[in-house]
């Protein structure tokens, strides 16, 4: 076991002394809302939306794309927990900003190991051998932030499982000042 596992689990025996009240929170979210978001660590909904336990289911992934996965996430939400919104939240200084889709295919055909972030984006520094599956993942790289909140939130809003009644909104959250934007 590794030691993060261990101070994990560790953390969670002192969390289940105090859980409480959190056994009796619904699977329904009480403010009827899922927030599609970047899995980026620097983002709590929790904190900066002022999301508490059970208010809201939250979808996340790499850059907070409505990828099929994601729409499989949201239909259900809705559908059958009766989520009544959906927002959408992107963020500045964003990985998936600063990489292309063909640049994340080469890094892994090069090598598997951790690139490194550099000013020109990332630089594969590990040896090989990599692997050419990278090849049929989209990777939904993007260069504008804010285009790339518009395109999820129009894909949402047109797709077909998705209702004309839920309401569907696009955010950037400010990585360096914390602040949301509302994106038109």
Not at 9 to 17: D, K, Q, S
Request: glycine share 8%.
């Amino acid at each position: 076991m590794s030691k993060l596992l261990e101070e994990m689990l560790a953390i969670n025996a002192r969390y289940v002394e105090n859980f409480g009240e959190r056994a009796r929170l619904s699977v329904f979210p009480k403010k009827k809302v899922a927030v599609l978001m970047c899995m980026d660590s620097r983002m709590e909904a929790h904190e900066f939306a002022g999301l508490g336990d059970g208010d809201a289911h939250i979808i996340r992934n790499a850059g907070g794309r409505a990828t099929d996965d994601a729409i499989r996430s949201l239909v259900v939400s809705y559908k059958l927990l009766g989520t009544e919104e959906f927002v959408v939240i992107h963020h500045t200084d964003c990985g998936l900003e600063k990489v292309t889709d063909l640049q994340m295919r080469e890094l892994l055909a090069s090598s598997l190991e951790t690139a490194e972030r550099s000013e020109n984006g990332f630089v594969d520094v590990g040896k090989g051998p990599g692997s050419r599956d990278g090849q049929y993942i989209e990777w939904l790289a993007f260069t504008d932030g804010e285009q790339a909140v518009r395109d999820d939130v129009t894909r949402l809003r047109n797709h077909a499982l998705i209702p004309s009644r839920i309401k569907i909104s696009g955010l950037i959250f400010d990585t360096r000042t914390g602040k949301l934007t509302q994106i038109e």
